[in-house]
């Protein structure tokens, strides 16, 4: 077993990373639905609830890392 040391400023940063990599998953959500109803391929109802499910999840990580709010 190995001995591995972490200080608090270790585990906050590995945590704003994989915070900040979820939200530009998150992001990434939002524009892959709102691309499939401009083009057409899906009707915006029934894109919505992931659309807005991703939105909670954005602003949610956009408080945990100290990010400003704003319209998403």
Request: aromatic residues 8%.
């Amino acid at each position: 077993m190995s001995n591995v040391n972490l200080d608090a400023n270790d585990i906050v940063t590995m945590f704003q990373v994989r915070a900040t990599a979820e939200l530009r998953r998150e992001l990434d959500e939002v524009k892959w639905w709102e691309d499939r109803v401009r083009r057409g391929f899906v009707k915006r109802q029934h894109a919505e609830r992931y659309i807005q499910a991703s939105k909670r999840i954005i602003r949610t990580k956009r408080h945990i890392l100290g990010i400003p709010e704003f319209p998403c």
